[in-house]
C-alpha cells in the first residue's frame, strides 16, 4: 500500500504540472498568434487618426440619447444569433455615453432604421476585396449630422464570433477607424485572435473614451 500511495503522488504531481504547463502555454500560444496577426495588419490600421477625435462638432452632448438611433436586425438571423447581435448593440449603448440605441427585428426591406444588421455578405456591399472578411459597413465621418449605416455579416460567421465582430462594425459606424494595436477590438486584423474569447470582447479602455469624446452626454447626465 506503502508504494501505491508514492505512485499515486507521483502521478498527481505529474499530473499537476503537465495542467500547469498546459494552462500556461494556452494564453503564451493566443499571445504569439496575436502577435503574428500585429506584425500582418499594424500598417493597415491608423490609431493616431482615434486619438485626435474631438466632439462632432454638428451635434450637441446628449443629442442621441434624445434622439435615439435605430438599429433594424434583419429577421433572417436565426432566434440564437438575433439575441447575440442584441447583446452586442447592448453593450455599445452602455459604453457610449452620449448615444442610446433603440433595437428591434424587421424585414430590413420595408423597415425604417438608421442602421441595419443583415446576415449576408458578397463582393458587392463589402467594403474591402477580403474572401475572408466576417463584417463590413461603412465608417461615418466624426462630423456627420446623422449616424447612419447598413452593416453585413458573413453568412459564414461562427455563433461565437458575433458578439465581437458586430461591436467592431458598431465602432465604425460610430466613427472609428482601424486601429494598429492587437488589443483593440478595433484592430485591423479584427478582433477574432486578440487575447479573450470572441463572446467577451468588447472595446479598449481607450476607444470607449475615443467614442466618449466624439459623442459625449449632456453635461447634466455624465457621471
Known amino acids: 500500500m506503502g ?57 450637441e452632448p446628449g443629442y442621441y440619447n434624445e434622439h435615439p438611433i435605430y438599429v433594424c436586425i434583419s429577421d433572417k438571423f436565426t432566434k440564437m444569433q438575433i439575441k447575440e447581435v442584441e447583446r452586442a448593440v447592448k453593450y455599445v449603448d452602455k459604453v457610449c455615453k452620449g448615444i442610446t440605441f433603440n433595437i428591434f427585428v424587421d424585414n430590413i426591406e420595408t423597415a425604417k432604421s438608421h442602421i441595419f444588421i443583415v446576415n449576408y455578405l458578397n463582393k ?9 472578411i466576417a463584417g463590413s459597413t461603412y465608417r461615418n465621418s466624426p462630423d456627420c449630422l446623422q449616424i447612419t449605416a447598413p452593416i453585413y455579416l458573413s453568412e459564414d460567421i461562427g455563433f461565437t464570433e458575433i ?52 459623442y459625449p452626454a449632456a453635461p447634466d447626465k455624465q457621471m
Open 163 to 214: 458578439y465581437s465582430i458586430v461591436i467592431h462594425e458598431m465602432g465604425h459606424a460610430i466613427g472609428l477607424k482601424h486601429t494598429s494595436e492587437s488589443t483593440d477590438l478595433m484592430f485591423a486584423g479584427g478582433p477574432s485572435l486578440n487575447y479573450k474569447p470572441f463572446y467577451c470582447r468588447g472595446f479598449s479602455k481607450r476607444e470607449i473614451e475615443w467614442l466618449n469624446t466624439l
Open 3 to 59: 508504494k501505491f500511495k508514492k505512485f499515486v503522488a507521483s502521478t498527481l504531481i505529474i499530473g499537476s504540472i503537465a495542467s500547469a504547463l498546459f494552462c500556461a502555454a494556452a494564453p503564451l500560444g493566443r499571445y504569439i498568434a496575436g502577435k503574428k496577426m500585429e506584425e500582418k495588419y499594424a500598417h493597415l490600421g491608423d490609431t493616431s487618426y482615434n486619438q485626435s477625435l474631438v466632439q462632432n462638432p454638428n451635434v
Open 124 to 132: 458587392e456591399n463589402a467594403t474591402e476585396s477580403n474572401d475572408k
